[in-house]
């Protein structure tokens, strides 16, 4: 899968997404500090990386700033993007259940490199659900 990601700074939390990104198999598109020369502040990077995913040059994006809540805000700001802040492997689940999330927002400063593991591996295996109700919500996302 391409993957488009974003960090408003280079941590070992940044590092450790690209990481285990290239360690799954995805091919990994960098932006802001991750990528040299790019400009780095969480709302153009993760904008950035969220319009990969909106002009279908990415399948998904992962962005990453301090909190992880600025991050999300520019790239829900994106058409078509769903980013969902996530701390745990459960709400990453749920995100990519119900609410067929594109886009995944993590805090580099809350974030460990094994909860960060636990999120992506939840993320990559939870699949978008089927049921009437949750398309339905998903349609409404779309059309506003």
Known sequence: ????????????????????????????????????????????????????????????????????????????????????LCADAVTAAGARRWNDANVLALSLRATSEPVLSEILDAWFTAEPSTDEDDVANIRRLDAT
Do not use: Y
């Open 1 to 84: 899968m391409r993957i488009a990601v974003a960090a408003d700074e280079r941590t070992p939390v940044a590092d450790a997404v690209l990481a285990q990104l290239q360690e799954r198999g995805h091919e990994v598109v960098p932006f802001g500090a991750l990528a040299p020369g790019d400009r780095a502040d969480w709302a153009w990077c993760s904008a950035a990386a969220a319009r990969e995913v909106a002009e279908a040059r990415a399948e998904q994006a992962v962005v990453c700033c301090w909190t992880g809540t600025g991050a999300a805000m520019a790239a829900n700001k994106v058409p078509g993007v769903r980013a969902a």
